[in-house]
């Protein structure tokens, strides 16, 4: 037996898709992020335990391996994060409406006074 489709499904399902490519993309760039300070904190730890150890040549090479990771993490990063900061969905308005302008802070603005406490 087939349910009949809703008039709205379509509208619904315009209103849900941004908000599902900004999380599945905000959530990809947290695991990239996560997944590079796990490598950059593994790098470390092995360079630590090879200028330690006999063979301390072999931690520049560790060094250079840090540095190259980090160079590559930080272009993948940005263009993850940028491309999430993209995808954020703006927030529903009606069109009628003007748009709401930012409010200051009371107390820095000089609107209102400050408490007299003593």
């Known amino acids: 037996m087939n349910a009949s489709r809703s008039p709205t499904d379509d509208a619904l399902r ?3 898709a941004p908000r599902r490519a900004y999380v599945r993309r905000r959530s990809i760039a947290r695991l990239a992020s996560l997944g590079s ?30 540095a190259a990771h980090v160079a590559l993490s930080a272009v993948v990063l940005w263009r993850l994060w940028s491309c999430s900061k993209a995808a954020r969905p703006e927030p529903l308005v009606d069109p009628d409406e003007p748009v709401p302008a930012r409010r200051q802070h009371q107390a820095f603005s000089g609107e209102l006074e400050p408490p007299k406490r003593w």
Do not use: E
């Open 14 to 16: 315009g209103i849900q």
């Open 37 to 66: 300070l796990l490598v950059a904190g593994w790098l470390i730890y092995l360079m630590v335990r090879v200028l330690n150890g006999p063979v301390p040549p072999v931690a520049l090479i560790l060094w250079m391996l840090l």
